[in-house]
């Protein structure tokens, strides 16, 4: 999965949305704790990042797909992960530097690991879903 052909198209979106300068935009940049976004701007960046791609992004799908084949409680109890739950996030969050990880993170700070990495690989994953149903 390269996110490089697509990385260009995300920084401006992200840089609109959040109402920052596109040179302030790094691909490992936090959304929230880097450049201040809230949970209100990632509906927003999920519109504009359909609308630009021609690609469905369900809501919370990033925590979905990060869940893989767990359930529910063996990802989190009580609102904390569980260290299954952390470890199938670290692998699905790969992009996220280790030291943002935290021991007994809650279900509701994943958003705070969330980077424009992460956008660029939500879309690439939307675009290979719609690819699949026309390859079979």
Known sequence: ?????????VKVIVADVLAIDESEVEPNGSLINDYGGESIDFLDLVYRLEREFKVK?????????ARGALEDEAFAENGKLTPEG??????????VPAERFKDSM??????TLFTVETFCKLVLR???????PASS
């Open 1 to 9: 999965m390269d996110t490089s052909s697509i990385y260009p198209r």
């Open 57 to 65: 992004i369900p809501r919370g799908q990033i925590e979905k797909e």
């Open 86 to 95: 952390m470890a199938q996030l670290k692998e699905y969050l790969s992009e």
């Open 106 to 111: 809650s279900v509701a700070a994943i958003p």
């Open 126 to 132: 939307a675009q290979e879903r719609q690819e699949q």
